[in-house]
C-alpha cells in the first residue's frame, strides 16, 4: 500500500458522538476532509444540521444524528438502521462542573454512563456493522476518547478559580474508559476490530489568558494544544496506517504526563 493511501478514508462511514464539541467539530472535520462519510451526533438538532451544512457546502460527506448517546434504546435503535460502519468515535461526555463538597453521587453515575457505559453500549450496538465493514475492507476502528486526567491528578495549583477545576467525577470515568478500551481492544480483536484510546492534554476552549499560560507551562512544549491537531492522531488510529494497534493509549498532551 503507498504511503499517501494509508491515511485515507474514502469510502469508509464514520460515527462521531459529541461531534458538535470543541475537539468532536475538530474530528468530524478530519475524518470528513480525509474522504469519510461521518455521522454527527450530539443532542442539539438545530447545532448539528447547521454544522453539517457547512460541511456538505465545501463538498465534504456528512449528516446528522440527533439523540442522546446515554438514551441506549435510541443508540440500539439507530444503529441497527446502519448497515456499515467502518470508524466509532467515542466523544461524549456529561458532566456538571460542582465544587467537591457539593458532588452527588448522581454526578458521578452520570458522567460516568456518558463515558464508560455509552461507549460499551455503542459498540455493541454498532458490532454488525463493524462487521460488516472488516467484511468489506478487512478492519474496523474503534476510538474512544479519554483524557490525560484518567493517567494523573489534576495540579490544582494551576486551576485558580472554582470554575475551571477539573471535577473529581471526571478522571476516574476517563481512567474507566482507558481499561474498558483494553478489555474491548482483546475482546474484538479476532474479529479485525481495533480499539484504541486517544488521550488528549491540554486543548482549551475557554480564552482565560492567565490560566492559558499556567496550563502551558506544565507542558513540555510550552504551550496548550489547538482543537485541529487533534485531527493527525484520530486520523492515524482511524485509518488503516495504524492496521497493527489496538488496545493503546495515544496521549496528545504535549508532553504533560512524560515529566
Known amino acids: 500500500m503507498a504511503v499517501a493511501s494509508l491515511f485515507e478514508l474514502k469510502g469508509r ?12 467539530a475538530a474530528m468530524v472535520t478530519a475524518l470528513a476532509e480525509a474522504g469519510a462519510h461521518v455521522i454527527v451526533n450530539g443532542r442539539n438538532p438545530a447545532a448539528l444540521e447547521d454544522f453539517v451544512q457547512s460541511l456538505t457546502s465545501r463538498g465534504l460527506a456528512a449528516e446528522a444524528a440527533a439523540f442522546d448517546i446515554t438514551d441506549f ?10 448497515p456499515r460502519l467502518d470508524i466509532l468515535v467515542n466523544n461524549a461526555v456529561a458532566m456538571r462542573l460542582k465544587a467537591f463538597a457539593a458532588l452527588e453521587p448522581a454526578d458521578f453515575a452520570a458522567t460516568y454512563a456518558s463515558q464508560v457505559t455509552a ?31 484518567g493517567q494523573v491528578a489534576p495540579d490544582g495549583r494551576i486551576y485558580a478559580d472554582a470554575d475551571q477545576q477539573s471535577p473529581f467525577h471526571y478522571g ?27 488521550v488528549p492534554g491540554p486543548f482549551p476552549a475557554a480564552t482565560d489568558a492567565e490560566f492559558t499560560q499556567r496550563l502551558a507551562g506544565r507542558t513540555m512544549l510550552r504551550r496548550v494544544g489547538r482543537a485541529e491537531e487533534i485531527a493527525g492522531p484520530l486520523l492515524f488510529l482511524a485509518s488503516p496506517a495504524a492496521s497493527f494497534i489496538t488496545g493503546s493509549a495515544l496521549s496528545v498532551d504535549g508532553g504533560w504526563t512524560a515529566w
Open 73 to 82: 434504546g435510541a443508540v440500539r435503535r439507530f444503529f441497527a438502521g446502519r
Open 119 to 149: 461507549s460499551f453500549e455503542a459498540l455493541r450496538a454498532a458490532l454488525p456493522a463493524l462487521e460488516n465493514a472488516v467484511a468489506a475492507s478487512g478492519e474496523a476502528s474503534v476510538i474512544n476518547i479519554a483524557s490525560m486526567y
Open 13 to 24: 462511514i464514520a460515527f462521531v458522538s459529541g461531534g458538535r464539541g470543541h475537539l468532536g
Open 172 to 198: 476516574p470515568a476517563k481512567a474507566a474508559l482507558l481499561q474498558l478500551t483494553r478489555h474491548l481492544a482483546a475482546e474484538l480483536g479476532p474479529k479485525r476490530i481495533r480499539v484504541n484510546a486517544l
